[in-house]
């Protein structure tokens, strides 16, 4: 499906271990294992979602999030109007309570899914509260510090690269 051959695949996953037998191939349990056990998909981790607007309210209320290894475990906003909601059975909290929830549930992902405006603080606010990794869906590019690592999550320019492949599709048919 990937149009890869079987000696690139094989070479690929040598760097994972010796787990292949020539002649025979995988035992796909123990390869599937070592793959998770690499991409550190062994274990739970902890998700804090900082924006309880649109977006925030559906990827809290998303049920395939635990089957992949992920628990949300906070809510945050700074909307009064928003604070004390429940979304998915977990309650909105304060930005100001990010920290010390942060700190009791260990938490390893943050989510930004603030307006453009009011990402900046959200990183600024995950980050002293010790929170390594980001997914950043808002609009804009965030300043970070060396220790958290940053992917952002532009909704426009995937939807962009789309149009192009259909571009290019249509293009091929009408030639």
């Known amino acids: ?3 890869v051959n079987p000696a690139k695949v ?3 996953l040598s760097h994972l271990g010796s787990y292949g037998v020539r002649g025979v191939g995988y035992d796909l349990e123990h390869l599937t294992f070592q793959i998770r056990a690499e991409l550190g998909l062994n274990r739970e981790w902890t998700v804090v979602i900082v924006g309880m ?7 809290a209320n998303y049920g395939g999030f635990p089957e992949r290894g992920f628990r949300i475990v906070g809510l945050y906003d700074v909307d009064h109007n928003k604070i004390g909601r429940t979304v998915d059975s977990i309650e909105i909290k304060e930005l100001a309570h990010l920290a010390g929830d942060a700190v009791h549930h260990q938490v390893a992902i943050g989510l930004i899914t603030t307006p453009a405006h009011a990402a900046q603080d959200a990183l600024d606010a995950l980050a002293e509260a010790g929170v390594q990794s980001v997914l950043n869906f808002a609009p804009t590019l965030l300043s970070a510090p060396p220790d958290v690592a940053v992917r952002n999550v532009d909704l426009s320019t995937e939807l962009q690269i789309l149009t192009f492949y259909l571009s290019r599709r249509s293009a091929a048919l009408q030639d």
């Open 10 to 12: 094989r070479k690929d």
């Open 53 to 59: 607007g649109n977006l925030g309210s559906a990827l």
């Open 1 to 3: 499906m990937a149009n």
